[in-house]
Structures are given as structure tokens and as C-alpha cells.
């Protein structure tokens, strides 16, 4: 299996390096009020593609950690359940007290 998954990753960066120089020609970005960058097209794209899996992971961040709240939550029930039922074990194991006459 791991001989597929290299093979894989080396067909990926070969395509990937084939994409990068066939777009090296210079591109003009412009911004407002006249800013103008220019690079390669394909570190353009790349760094793009960056921002946009930052912004992604930043987009998550809240609900991992909701998620982590829930989760620590629930365990607290587990634990309140599981002495609740250790007690109760507990309870009816014991001999019942003797009766007085």
C-alpha cells in the first residue's frame, strides 16, 4: 500500500510541476487605488490557494472548539451516570439489615 501511495503522490507532483512551468509567464495584479503586484502566474495561484486553505482552517476553528465543549461536557455525564451506577451496584449487593422483633 505504500508503494501505490508514493507512486500516487509522485504522479501529483509531477503534474503539479508540469502546471508550474507552463504558467511561469508574469502576470499584473491589480488592487484598488492603483497598487498593482506582479509575479509569476503560478505563484499567484499557489499563494491563493494557500490563503484560501488558511481562511478554511480559520472557518473551523469555532466549531472545533464548540465541539470540544460538547464532548467534555458529555463526559461529565458519562462519569455522573457511572457512579450513579456503582452506587446502585453497591446498594444491592449489600445484605439488608436484619429485621428487629
Known sequence: MKIISRIIWTIILIALFGFALKNSQIVTLEYFLGYEFTAPLVLLLFGFFLAGGILGCLAMVPMVFRHRRDI?????????????????????????????V
Do not use: C, N
Open 72 to 100: 467534555s461536557k458529555h463526559k461529565k455525564t458519562i462519569a455522573e451516570i457511572e457512579k450513579e451506577r456503582q452506587a446502585d451496584q453497591k446498594a444491592s449487593l449489600q445484605p439488608p439489615p436484619p429485621d428487629s
